[in-house]
């Protein structure tokens, strides 16, 4: 059973900093492309950054979001830095076999984190 489940997520004053896991079981991440989304109250979910051959990431999180790969622990981490109210939403991990592109309908999906950027 095919299982990604998100950690690392809270409540964070603007300017600071979290890392997100999404940790993978029942397949190998290596194998797949894997992208963070997120959804603010009342908004569509959006991309947030991909991970396959390359990195990508939205305009609005480039320069202060860092996604990475660890495949010894067959997880993969988004690193959030300068973080902005604007940032506050539900983060999801989801992954999808092969080089594929990051969309809303990829295969696999975890069930999301809170972040909350709040003073």
């Known amino acids: 059973q095919v299982q990604l489940v998100e950690s690392g997520g809270g409540l964070v004053q603007p300017g600071g900093s979290l890392r997100l896991s999404c940790a993978a079981s029942g397949l190998i991440l290596d194998y797949y492309t894997i992208g963070w989304f997120r959804q603010a109250p009342g908004k569509e979910r959006e991309g947030v950054s991909c991970i396959s051959g390359h990195k990508s990431y939205a305009d609005s999180v480039k320069g202060r979001f860092t996604i990475s790969r660890d495949s010894a622990k067959n997880t993969v981490y988004l690193q959030m830095n300068s973080l902005k109210p604007e940032d506050t939403a539900v983060y999801y991990c989801?992954?999808?076999?092969?080089?594929?592109?990051?969309?809303?309908?990829?295969?696999?999906w975890g069930k999301g984190i809170l972040v909350t950027v709040s003073s």
């Open positions: 989801a992954a999808d076999y092969g080089i594929t592109t990051c969309a809303n309908g990829m295969e696999y």
